[in-house]
């Protein structure tokens, strides 16, 4: 695999340290990270999200989601059975674990597990105190203003 030069990023750019590992672990490909289960990545509305997992044959007890310092962690784990005798076993009960890195601000507001598909909603929501404002130069107010705009 070719290596990529990121210099260039980290001159113009201070305090994103996580970035970094962003860009490497997104570099190095899903290699031995399996497709299981499925999943969907939707924009519902301007700052609010929604995974879909596909987590048939599950039930809420055999589920986990954990948010831990911004990394979303679903996983899965079948209940032992009483031994069944399959004429044809097709359909995969594996345990599974699935990380999404989260951006600075995104938050769980909340999950169903509906029809087979697990939905964990998200909304970014960006504190006043991170929007863009104005500073003023040569003068003793130093904000003059908070833009209409709001930080993507």
């Known amino acids: 695999m070719n290596a990529i030069d990121l210099s260039p990023l980290y001159r113009s750019t201070i305090g994103f340290d996580r970035l970094a590992n962003l860009l490497d672990s997104a570099f190095a490909g899903d290699a031995g990270h399996s497709a299981y289960p499925p999943y969907d990545i ?4 301007e700052n609010q999200y929604a995974i879909t997992l596909a987590v048939a044959g599950f ?3 055999e589920l986990d989601i954990v948010l831990e310092k911004g990394v979303l962690t679903v996983s899965g784990k079948k209940a032992d059975e ?3 005798k399959y004429l ?4 995969a009960y594996r345990a599974f ?3 999404f890195n ?3 601000f995104v938050e769980v507001t909340g999950a169903s597990l509906q029809n087979g598909l697990l ?3 998200l909304k970014k929501d960006v504190p006043e105190e991170f929007k ?3 500073i003023a130069i040569g003068s003793d107010q130093k904000v003059l203003e908070h833009d209409s705009q709001d930080a993507a």
């Open 82 to 84: 009483k031994e069944r």
């Open 42 to 45: 939707e924009l519902l509305e």
């Open 102 to 104: 989260l951006a600075d």
């Open 59 to 61: 039930e809420e007890s």
């Open 119 to 121: 939905v964990i909603e």
């Open 132 to 134: 863009p404002r104005k």
């Open 88 to 91: 044809h076993h097709g359909i």
């Open 97 to 99: 674990e699935r990380k």
